[in-house]
């Protein structure tokens, strides 16, 4: 992959295509990735105490889901990283029980998960926090685990760090160029020069049209803009472009925090309109199996066919029937709404083990969900990894609930008894 992008997908796929050549090797490959993880969110609650019936919601949503299905069937990162999401929330319920194994399973999964997505960054930092408190607040020994974890996350990195020198030249390339492009398209929406000082070298940056007539973040980033006119395409000048994103968001923090509000309303209802001039949310439409026979790109087959052999058109009728099923089955923005109650419902009902299971699986929900709406803009696409863990937290939810209120009617049994006794 280029330097724009993180490595770890493209070194999935390579050692797949080591196998076979065949594109559909790869796909059933990634189907089996979504099974996989589907149970093991499964396994995971029932370690936290989560009855069989209700742990299969968040691998329900992981088996059925017709978004999920799209993005296993196309060559996308996202099988590859909620199947390693997954074992990792596993293995970190598992370092609950004591010992160093579990811990440095769960520190190497969290520094895998940031070479195959970049919003993993801070993965690594929220697992080792978790995991220290969660086992500080148990009255267990915590710091050789949480040690280990993050010894282990730093070793990954590291030899990630060697494979991108070798690849890119740049030892920095542990985090992908083109992260003060995105910081930029973040900003340019709102940023007003007359309230801040442009960092040296960014005054063409600079933009006298009214917020509400400027475009979305995908316009600065990838079709024009005044960056695009003064130093081409991402990744050129990252450096100077970030600094003026930072300019921008530290003198301006209520314009961002309107834009960042803005994208995560749109995550539940992708009509909200925003700031500037054009809705360029991408929702769930973004990724519909096609319903009639489309012309595939020429670079596209060329790119297919020099890599996996004679490229085959896909059957219109397979695809049109996926369509008509993901129509049906799908998790839309309201659900997701839910999903997130229900995560946060658990933390505050969970009690013991269970609550820290809850926080952990909050947590890396939300920061999946957070970090694009606060660093590049938020589509639909980016939610669909949060799934899993926002369903598995959900789940535990239900059944948090459930208990308190049994534990609430038993009480009021239990005084309803005394005051009847003599």
Not at 144 to 152: G, K, M, T, V
């Amino acid at each position: 992959s280029g330097s724009q992008e993180p490595s770890g997908y493209p070194i999935f796929l390579h050692v797949l295509h080591a196998l076979s050549h065949s594109l559909s090797f790869t796909i059933a490959i990634q189907h089996a990735l979504g099974v996989a993880a589907g149970a093991l969110w499964f396994l995971t609650l029932r370690r936290l105490g989560v009855p069989a019936w209700l742990a299969l919601i968040p691998a329900a949503v992981l088996w059925l889901d017709g978004d999920e299905l799209f993005l296993e069937h196309a060559p996308m990162s996202e099988a590859l990283f909620e199947f390693v999401l997954a074992l990792m929330a596993y293995a970190g319920i598992r370092s609950l029980d004591g010992g160093l194994r579990w811990p440095l399973l769960t520190g190497a999964l969290t520094g895998c998960l940031l070479t195959i997505r970049s919003v993993a960054m801070v993965l690594p930092v929220v697992i080792a926090v978790w995991l220290a408190t969660a086992l500080l607040a148990s009255g267990a020994s915590w710091r050789r685990p949480a040690a280990a974890a993050a010894l282990a996350a730093l070793l990954v990195t590291a030899a990630y760090g060697v494979v991108r020198n070798e690849a890119t030249g740049r030892w920095s390339s542990i985090v992908p160029a083109g992260g003060g492009w995105a910081l930029y398209g973040r900003t340019a929406s709102f940023a007003d020069c007359h309230q801040f000082r442009p960092p040296a070298g960014t005054a063409r940056l600079c933009e006298n049209t009214p917020p509400a007539s400027r475009l979305g973040p995908g316009y600065y980033l990838w079709v024009g803009g005044p960056a695009r006119a003064a130093f081409g395409g991402p990744a050129s000048h990252d450096q100077l472009l970030g600094d003026f994103g930072w300019t921008a968001i530290r003198n301006q923090p209520l314009a961002y925090l309107g834009v960042v509000w803005t994208d995560l309303r749109r995550y539940v209802n992708p009509d909200v309109r925003p700031t500037w001039a054009n809705n360029d949310f991408a929702g769930v439409e973004a990724l519909d199996f096609p319903w009639r026979r489309q012309a595939v790109d020429p670079a596209i087959r060329q790119q297919v066919n020099s890599y996996y052999g004679p490229f085959r058109t896909p059957d219109a009728k397979a695809a049109a029937t996926l369509h008509d099923y993901q129509a049906i089955v799908r998790v839309t923005g309201p659900l997701l709404l839910v999903l997130v109650a229900l995560s946060v419902g658990a933390v505050l009902l969970a009690r013991g083990r269970s609550r820290w299971g809850a926080v952990l699986l909050a947590s890396t929900g939300m920061e999946l969900l957070l970090v694009p709406a606060l660093v590049l803009g938020a589509q639909w696409r980016y939610a669909m990894p949060a799934l899993g863990p926002l369903a598995a937290g959900a789940a535990l939810g239900l059944w948090a609930s459930a208990v308190s209120l049994r534990r609430a009617h038993w009480a009021w049994v239990a005084g309803r008894s005394r005051l009847r006794c003599p």
